[in-house]
């Protein structure tokens, strides 16, 4: 009956938005995902304007569950549907309902196949029932324990099977005959499970606990909280170690990033420091830090090199009206490493660069993206991206740069982060030339907006 329950609850959607789904996404939503999909992927997903995005977003739902992601192919999404072709062939067969839908299919698809499965149909003891056997080691890692078993049943023998519950439902209701109820609840139990262990002693066991670790069931003195705290693991599995941050940027993605991008974002490290140069100039200093994880790289076997592309944009808007930007750049690097260098694709990647700024207080933005292509298929190629936002403050009395802790309860900025061998950075501004044509243009931007700005621009080679 709990099952049921909590099957019911999870397909609870807003239903004016999900009438408004195509077909295939509507299909995704309530017959291919329901038991994977978190609420916040799940609101995302309902709020989704365009087939683009939908698109976008059902290719990052799986890339983000792939547990092995240097391969083609997506080893938990193969499985899932697997299973899910499985449950809909087999266990829809007796029931109006679709496979994905009963009990039995539900379990099925979160925990895979069980080990072993012994059917009770021709005992005139018990309702029909099926009792499922799991020893999986892949599954110790949700916490389960070693060993546990599930129970399904037909109640008062007719309709399909559902699954039992020793909490809600009790050993007495797997058995046929009159219920015979007393006064004492312990002895209606053990007088029940007396009968079901003639029938058979593991049947007899499940009816009291699905966990074979937690002691002596047949004392019939209490509730299977073991069984309690189990069900709730099986059902939260989908959901272990999930990130959903990919999921709860859209906003931010549809203004800032372009449409091939979206629902991409890999985490980071980065820091920001700014420091007063010669006539009053400063430069914002910054860094960003990539697990190895989330940097794709591809190997050409006929070189022998792996490749990468990285796109930065850096920006800089007034904070007090971001509609004005006063920075804003563009740069695509290439970094090529030989086989003999792969060790180096085992390591944070660090990205940096160096931007000039006048007098002012700044929203400061860097993007990052990175792009890897195994062919000339654009649909094959690998894309992620990651951000930096800082606030960046430059007083007008001494051109000196003041930026607030990325922390805020930390005294100071963080130091900028070690770079590894093997990093990419942006072209800096060396020549004197090429910082003052530059910071002509920002002077130039500031002064339309009636700040009073005097900088000396031309200087000398070491400007």
Same mark, same amino acid.
């Given at each position: 009956?709990?099952?049921?329950?909590?099957?019911?609850?999870?397909?609870?959607?807003?239903?004016?938005?999900?009438?408004?789904?195509?077909?295939?996404?509507?299909?995704?939503?309530?017959?291919?995902?329901?038991?994977?999909?978190?609420?916040?992927?799940?609101?995302?997903?309902?709020?989704?304007?365009?087939?683009?995005?939908?698109?976008?977003?059902?290719?990052?739902?799986?890339?983000?569950?792939?547990?092995?992601?240097?391969?083609?192919?997506?080893?938990?999404?193969?499985?899932?549907?697997?299973?899910?072709?499985?449950?809909?062939?087999?266990?829809?067969?007796?029931?109006?309902?679709?496979?994905?839908?009963?009990?039995?299919?539900?379990?099925?698809?979160?925990?895979?196949?069980?080990?072993?499965?012994?059917?009770?149909?021709?005992?005139?003891?018990?309702?029909?029932?099926?009792?499922?056997?799991?020893?999986?080691?892949?599954?110790?890692?949700?916490?389960?324990?070693?060993?546990?078993?599930?129970?399904?049943?037909?109640?008062?023998?007719?309709?399909?099977?559902?699954?039992?519950?020793?909490?809600?439902?009790?050993?007495?209701?797997?058995?046929?005959?009159?219920?015979?109820?007393?006064?004492?609840?312990?002895?209606?139990?053990?007088?029940?499970?007396?009968?079901? #262990?003639?029938?058979?002693?593991?049947?007899?066991?499940?009816?009291?606990?699905?966990?074979?670790?937690?002691?002596?069931?047949?004392?019939?003195?209490?509730?299977?909280?073991?069984?309690?705290?189990?069900?709730?693991?099986?059902?939260?599995?989908?959901?272990?170690?999930?990130?959903?941050?990919?999921?709860?940027?859209?906003?931010?993605?549809?203004?800032?990033?372009?449409?091939? #991008?979206?629902?991409?974002?890999?985490?980071?490290?980065?820091?920001?420091?700014?420091?007063?140069?010669?006539?009053?100039?400063?430069?914002?200093?910054?860094?960003?830090?990539?697990?190895?994880?989330?940097?794709?790289?591809?190997?050409?076997?006929?070189?022998?090199?792996?490749?990468?592309?990285?796109?930065?944009?850096?920006?800089?808007?007034?904070?007090?009206?971001?509609?004005?930007?006063?920075?804003?750049?563009?740069?695509?690097?290439?970094?090529?490493?030989?086989?003999?260098?792969?060790?180096?694709?085992?390591?944070?990647?660090?990205?940096?660069?160096?931007?000039?700024?006048?007098?002012?207080?700044?929203?400061?933005?860097?993007?990052?993206?990175?792009?890897?292509?195994?062919?000339?298929?654009?649909?094959?190629?690998?894309?992620?991206?990651?951000?930096?936002?800082?606030?960046?403050?430059?007083?007008?009395?001494?051109?000196?740069?003041?930026?607030?802790?990325?922390?805020?309860?930390?005294?100071?900025?963080?130091?900028?982060?070690?770079?590894?061998?093997?990093?990419?950075?942006?072209?800096?501004?060396?020549?004197?030339?090429?910082?003052?044509?530059?910071?002509?243009?920002?002077?130039?931007?500031?002064?339309?907006?009636?700040?009073?700005?005097?900088?000396?621009?031309?200087?000398?080679?070491?400007?």
């Amino acid at each position: 009956m709990f099952g049921l329950i909590l099957a019911s609850a999870l397909l609870v959607l807003p239903q004016d938005r999900v009438d408004k789904l195509p077909g295939h996404h509507k299909k995704w939503l309530l017959e291919e995902v329901p038991y994977l999909i978190s609420e916040v992927e799940r609101d995302v997903f309902l709020g989704l304007e365009s087939e683009q995005e939908r698109e976008a977003f059902v290719e990052a739902f799986w890339r983000k569950r792939d547990e092995n992601p240097a391969t083609l192919e997506n080893e938990y999404r193969d499985e899932h549907y697997k299973r899910l072709a499985y449950v809909n062939e087999f266990f829809g067969r007796d029931t109006f309902r679709e496979g994905f839908e009963t009990d039995r299919g539900r379990y099925y698809i979160l925990l895979g196949p069980p080990r072993n499965r012994q059917n009770f149909d021709g005992s005139d003891a018990v309702y029909p029932s099926e009792l499922w056997f799991y020893d999986n080691p892949d599954l110790k890692r949700y916490g389960l324990p070693p060993f546990f078993s599930l129970l399904f049943f037909q109640r008062h023998g007719a309709g399909e099977l559902e699954i039992y519950s020793p909490v809600l439902d009790g050993p007495q209701t797997l058995l046929t005959g009159p219920d015979t109820k007393s006064a004492d609840f312990r002895q209606d139990v053990e007088r029940a499970y007396d009968k079901l #262990y003639e029938v058979d002693p593991e049947l007899a066991q499940a009816a009291l606990s699905f966990r074979t670790d937690e002691g002596d069931t047949a004392q019939f003195s209490g509730v299977s909280f073991g069984t309690m705290e189990l069900m709730d693991q099986i059902v939260k599995i989908p959901f272990h170690g999930l990130d959903t941050s990919y999921a709860e940027r859209l906003d931010f993605e549809r203004g800032a990033v372009e449409s091939d #991008y979206l629902f991409r974002y890999v985490a980071s490290a980065g820091a920001v420091d700014v420091l007063e140069g010669d006539g009053g100039v400063s430069f914002v200093h910054w860094v960003i830090e990539v697990p190895p994880e989330n940097i794709a790289f591809v190997l050409d076997r006929e070189s022998g090199v792996y490749g990468s592309a990285f796109i930065v944009s850096v920006e800089a808007v007034l904070r007090d009206d971001p509609n004005v930007v006063v920075i804003q750049s563009r740069n695509e690097s290439f970094v090529e490493l030989k086989e003999s260098e792969q060790a180096s694709l085992h390591r944070p990647f660090a990205y940096s660069g160096m931007t000039p700024l006048v007098p002012g207080e700044y929203d400061f933005r860097v993007i990052l993206r990175n792009r890897a292509c195994p062919s000339r298929v654009e649909k094959e190629c690998i894309k992620s991206y990651t951000l930096l936002d800082h606030e960046v403050d430059v007083p007008a009395e001494t051109g000196k740069a003041v930026v607030p802790p990325l922390d805020e309860d930390a005294d100071e900025a963080e130091p900028l982060l070690p770079l590894p061998e093997a990093q990419p950075a942006t072209k800096k501004v060396k020549k004197s030339k090429v910082a003052a044509k530059r910071l002509k243009k920002v002077v130039k931007e500031v002064k339309k907006l009636g700040v009073d700005v005097d900088v000396d621009v031309e200087g000398g080679d070491d400007a």
